[in-house]
């Protein structure tokens, strides 16, 4: 169980790259969000990070069992739910204005900093989740972030079309 738990855990391994970990499992989730959303749609991302959600929160358990560190940096899979929920306003966005998902770069970079950020800095609810000391609150912190920059995703879009243009 523990080597499939570490190849979800860890990304497929990309958790070991360092430094940084968390920031390569939240780039190499954007490639993944764009096949998925090539092969189903937005709706196939939003089911993606349900499912990185579930086996995540499995996969870290199985990790952190029987050790002080809850949070291991090489679990990624956090990031990488996180990411692609942070994504999911610009795939829709693409999805509804009939274009490829890579017309809508700059939403792709809002969403890429703007999950760092808050994964990072861990603001109010985001910390909250955090120091819960278990595999759900390693999980929970980048669901929450992900949201977080969603909203900021859309608060920016809206800015720019609707106010600036």
């Not at 860890?10 to 998925?36: D, E, I, K, N, Q």
């Not at 999805?95 to 109010?124: E, Y």
């Not at 819960?132 to 859309?154: C, E, F, K, P, Q």
């Amino acid at each position: 169980m523990k080597p499939l738990a570490t190849l979800a855990g860890t990304f497929f391994y990309v958790g070991y790259m360092r430094p940084f970990s968390g920031t390569w499992g939240s780039a190499a989730a954007l490639p993944v969000a764009y096949a998925l959303n090539l092969v189903g749609g937005y709706w196939l991302v939003a089911i993606g990070a349900l499912a990185a959600f579930l086996i995540g929160w499995w996969a870290t358990s199985v990790m952190i069992e029987g050790q002080d560190d809850h949070d291991p940096s090489e679990v990624v899979i956090d990031e990488v739910a996180g990411q692609w929920i942070a994504l999911l306003p610009v795939l829709i966005g693409a999805s509804h204005a009939g274009v490829d998902a890579l017309a809508l770069w700059p939403g792709w970079l809002v969403a890429f900093f703007g999950f760092r950020f808050f994964d990072i800095l861990k603001p109010g609810p985001i910390g909250w989740a955090d120091q819960r000391g278990d595999a759900l609150g390693v999980m929970l912190d980048d669901i929450i972030a992900g949201v977080t920059a969603a909203l900021t995703v859309g608060l920016a879009a809206y800015v720019w079309h609707g106010l600036l243009m």
